[in-house]
């Protein structure tokens, strides 16, 4: 068992860091190139987010400067710039939305494929020159719609690299191009020319074959996968949006005395500004005039509010939820405690460069290989007194074999599968790039607030004194705390009414700002507060209730003592409730192998009692936002493989810092959109499953990639012996592509653990 408060700073003198943004990358392979460019430079130490399309790095020594990044980047073949002041949001507008070029570019390639396709493999739609209007159909989509990857394949040759993109614009132009060649050359083009399904292996020089369907079908599929990856990356720079999005928009300013409101761009260091209750607080500051409750809860984690008074700091974007505050400005824009929030999001987001898509890691060996071995069947054959249409069939179809129409389908249809299973069981996973750390995790790091607990001030125990009857002290005592707006008042209300029903009316109501209330409710002079407040009234607790509240602060509870009439009637105990189904959440997480951890910026005391109730053996608590970034950094440089879970702002960053983010559907904006996967349920089971998905659907990923590319490789020797007829090319390209789609489709009877 082990608890721990927070983690110690470690004194070193932190690098330089410099953001670039960076454009052009098509694939997780652009970026890779660019990082391995970047970390060539002396003193530089550099990671590149495809999906953030940012570089974050680090100089040491200071001999690099930032135009020699920018140059470094250039040379490589992409765009690289710094950033623009954040001074607001940055703006999601639909005006150069990748997802939304791309969409287009998908439902038009669709729409002029599947009639291409479809008159190659049924026979019966083989009309009279209907290679003609195939070809027809066909161009655009070859021409137009896999422009992208032509103009990346370009870019590539340039600097003398490959990537998917090379493979894809190199397999439908030849593709395309020998069937022109068939087509108006040779005798493809013949009226009433016909594929029919052969499945004999004989050499042959194709000149009376076409190979439309195949490069009209890759580049369709091709670009579906695209385009699921440019929706998920869209997301990416949600959180930040979210976040800076929270802060108030306006403030109420005093200045000569006189109120008045302006936008919070204009609050300056050393205004006074004015906070209602309900109201956000507009900026870090300090208390000047006022008393109140301040739902801080978003910045760190403790679930009941703070109590502050003059002098007392309060923190920007937090909700004053008791009496009227006066606040002077301390940090405006990007000091605030919110902004720095939202850059270590951001910095989180941009250190996990390194989930590349595994279509792209195998392509590097595997694009160079397969144009390597094009290049020498054409020799081969040109060399051995072969015919130059033989040679050219057998070199393009080494080409065609491997074009990755399985490929294109591998990722796609099991993440459309995997997700749709998924949503349906209120998990949503965002992209490809989040599966690959499932099956490697081995710890879970749970917040407590929200994610283990339900986040919410409930009424747990009623201890009356001796001969007092719990229902009237409930009675009186809900009735009293229902005309107050006090968190923990409005728990003991609504706890009062479900379990005595209507409460009574209340005279003569008065409340004293951060001790409690008093007032008459049926004939009875009645005082709810802090033991003090009672004292003040010559209330006094006797020996057993006084042990009673000692014992039930010392699990992190929040103890409200009842009197009335001349005499300490009892004690309501109030704190945050664990969830039900929390204990069997943790022992699912130990069955999968993996160790839980319980992180929070609540106190030590009631943290050590929540892990006790639930199973979880350590405990790190009283940590701030920052902390929490630096706890998950330190498991991970531990070798651990850290999943995170957590549902508010003050988690955001560390659910962006985890290999594996998972946010409870039931929290915050931005610690959804910090994630990598939502569970819509606020039920922390749904987190075990979440990951059985997702390592569920990363093996069927791997299956689909193994088979597409065994496909491809088994056919690629008949290929160079000139021994493929195109029928059957097209019917192995289409087995493996049907293998792939039911392989995928088995991920529907995914089922939840017992419930």
């Not at 009062?496 to 409340?511: C, K, N, S």
Request: proline share 4%.
């Amino acid at each position: 068992m082990t608890t721990a408060t927070r983690p110690p700073e470690t004194a070193q003198t932190a690098p330089d860091r410099v953001e670039l943004v960076i454009g052009g990358m098509t694939c997780a392979s652009c970026a890779n190139r660019i990082e391995r460019k970047l970390n060539k430079l002396d003193g530089v130490r550099a990671t590149v987010n495809y999906a953030t399309e940012k570089a974050g790095v680090e100089i040491t020594g200071g001999a690099v400067t930032p135009q020699d990044l920018i140059d470094a980047v250039t040379e490589t073949g992409y765009t690289a710039s710094l950033p623009g002041p954040k001074n607001e949001a940055p703006r999601d507008t639909p005006e150069g939305d990748p997802a939304a070029a791309l969409r287009t570019r998908l439902l038009i390639s669709l729409a002029l494929s599947v009639p291409v396709i479809a008159m190659a493999m049924i026979p019966a739609l083989q009309f009279t020159n209907w290679q003609w209007l195939s070809l027809t159909l066909a161009a655009p989509v070859v021409v137009w719609g896999a422009l992208p990857f032509h103009r990346a394949a370009l870019t590539n040759l340039r600097h003398a690299a490959a990537t998917m993109d090379t493979l894809v614009s190199l397999g439908t132009l030849a593709a395309f191009g020998w069937s022109l060649y068939a087509l108006f050359l040779g005798t493809a083009g013949t009226p009433g020319m016909t594929h029919p399904f052969e499945f004999t292996i004989a050499r042959m020089d194709g000149t009376g074959s076409i190979y439309l369907e195949a490069a009209a079908g890759v580049t369709t599929f091709i670009l579906a996968g695209r385009y699921f990856e440019a929706r998920s990356k869209r997301r990416a720079g949600a959180a930040l949006r979210s976040l800076l999005e929270l802060g108030a928009k306006e403030v109420s300013v005093l200045r000569d005395g006189v109120e008045g409101r302006i936008p919070i761009e204009e609050l300056r260091v050393g205004d006074a500004f004015v906070v209602r209750p309900g109201e956000k607080i507009a900026t870090d500051g300090v208390v000047v005039d006022g008393s109140s409750a301040v739902d801080a809860s978003m910045v760190t984690g403790e679930s009941v509010p703070v109590e502050v008074g003059v002098g007392d700091t309060v923190i920007g974007a937090t909700v004053d939820v008791g009496g009227r505050l006066v606040v002077r400005a301390t940090r405006v824009g990007t000091d605030t405690q919110l902004a720095q929030m939202a850059k270590l999001v951001e910095e989180a987001q941009n250190g996990k460069a390194n989930a590349q898509r595994l279509a792209d890691r195998i392509s590097g060996i595997f694009v160079p290989v397969v144009i390597a071995l094009s290049v020498a069947t054409l020799g081969f054959w040109l060399g051995t007194g072969g015919s130059v249409a033989a040679a050219f069939t057998a070199a393009v179809a080494v080409l065609i074999i491997a074009c990755p129409c399985a490929l294109g389908l591998a990722t796609p249809t099991a993440l459309m599968v995997g997700t749709g299973r998924g949503a349906q069981l209120g998990i949503l996973i965002k992209g490809p790039e989040v599966l690959e750390s499932t099956r490697r995790v081995d710890t879970v790091v749970l917040d407590k607030t929200g994610t283990v607990t339900t986040g919410t001030m409930t009424l747990l125990d009623t201890v009356p004194a001796d001969g007092v009857d719990a229902e009237q002290m409930l009675r009186l005592a809900g009735a009293l705390e229902d005309a107050s707006e006090h968190p923990i008042a409005r728990a003991i209300a609504e706890g009062a009414r479900a379990r005595v029903g209507t409460l009574p009316a209340v005279a003569d109501f008065t409340a004293s700002a951060g001790l409690g209330v008093n007032g008459m409710v049926d004939g009875h002079a009645v005082v709810v507060g802090r033991p003090r407040l009672l004292a003040d009234w010559s209330l006094r607790l006797d020996d057993d209730l006084e042990r009673t509240r000692l014992a039930a602060e010392a699990d992190g509870r929040t103890v409200v003592a009842v009197g009335w009439d001349g005499s300490a009637r009892g004690l309501l105990v109030v704190g945050d409730a664990v969830k039900p189904t929390s204990a069997e959440a943790v022992a699912r997480f130990r069955a999968l192998g993996l160790t839980p951890i319980m992180l929070t910026g609540d106190n030590a005391a009631a943290a050590r009692a929540i892990a006790d109730q639930v199973g979880i053996d350590e405990v790190v608590a009283e940590v701030l936002p920052q902390e929490k970034v630096e706890v998950v950094a330190r498991l991970r440089a531990e070798g651990k493989v850290v999943a995170m879970v957590g549902d508010g702002i003050n988690d955001a960053a560390a659910l962006a810092e985890a290999d594996l983010g998972l946010a409870m559907g039931t929290g915050t904006d931005v610690a959804i959109e910090a994630s990598d996967l939502t569970l819509v349920r606020g039920d922390l089971r749904a987190a075990a499953d979440a990951i059985r998905l997702a390592r569920a659907t990363l093996t069927t990923i791997k299956g689909n990639l193994f088979w597409a590319f065994a496909y491809n490789v088994a056919a690629i020797p008949l290929a160079m012996a000139g021994l493929l007829n195109p029928m059957l090319a097209g019917a192995a390209m289409a087995f493996s592509s049907v293998f792939v789609v039911s392989n995928s489709l088995r991920l529907r009877r995914f089922e939840p653990a017992a419930r």
